[in-house]
């Protein structure tokens, strides 16, 4: 496996047909598909097969330990990357992402971590690049030698790892003028309890034990109150936030 150019490295899950319509965006980079699939992919790609249902952490994971270059972008399985969005994101290098779009507009443009645990997507698209407190791994330009926390099951573990490594490489930096399209929820829906049980177990990750745990118990018992269309929609996402809130702390 070698190549001059940066290494594109997909975690794939589920839902072929937005991996190929990924590929497809993809012509003339080296591509590498961490299969994570429970049935193994049937496609003529270069890729790595791990046993299904690992994670998305552990399948990135494995896909920057493959690679030959000391440089990677990762892209999730249901994201496409507009125009020149690469070649922006290899020519500023380091940790850098782009302005990530959505079916609602702007998903991410970088991301804020309080210190007690309320995490932010951002929404405002500047002019020009500019530092954040982390990037979404949607489409992440990486070093190779860095590594998420595999503890973090599904979501957060971007935010962990930008705070981590991004101080040794000169922050995490969104590219203003690059743009990625996602189409999200193609693994986990949102509004689900399991999704609800990731999302606080990961957020309660972030931060010291303590008191935080109340504040980011908090904010997701706000946001299922703001944002679930029934009552059997909340109950089954407050009974996520319970498990999530006991895989983090026990």
């Known amino acids: 496996m070698t190549s001059d150019r940066t290494w594109v490295i997909i975690p794939y899950r589920a839902r072929r047909t937005l991996l190929e319509r990924a590929l497809s965006h993809l012509s003339g980079w080296p591509v590498l598909v961490v299969d994570d699939s429970d049935d193994g992919l049937d496609l003529d790609v270069q890729r790595v097969r791990l046993g299904g249902g690992s994670g998305f952490a552990r399948a990135a994971n494995a896909g920057l330990a493959a690679v030959p270059t000391s440089s990677a972008i990762l892209l999730n399985d249901d994201a496409y990357p507009i125009d020149d969005c690469m070649e922006r994101l290899v020519r500023v290098g380091g940790l850098c992402g782009p302005v990530i779009i959505g079916v609602e507009g702007v998903e991410s443009s970088g991301l804020t971590v309080s210190a007690w645990g309320r995490v932010v997507q951002r ?37 962990e790892l930008c705070r981590r490594i991004g101080p040794a490489v000169g922050g995490a930096r969104l590219v203003a003028h690059a743009r990625c399209w996602h189409e999200g929820g193609a693994t986990i829906g949102r509004r689900t309890g399991e999704a609800q049980k990731h999302a606080v177990s990961g957020q309660l990750r972030l931060v010291p034990r303590g008191w935080r745990d109340g504040a980011v118990l908090g904010l997701a018992a706000a946001q299922i109150a703001r944002e679930s269309a029934s009552f059997a929609e909340a109950r089954e996402r407050a009974r996520g936030v319970v498990r999530g809130w006991g895989a983090a702390r026990w």
């Open 123 to 159: 929404s405002d698209v500047p002019g020009v690049d500019r530092r954040v407190d982390a990037l979404s791994g949607c489409c992440l330009h990486m070093p190779t030698s860095a590594r998420f926390d595999e503890a973090f099951r599904h979501g957060y573990e971007d935010v």
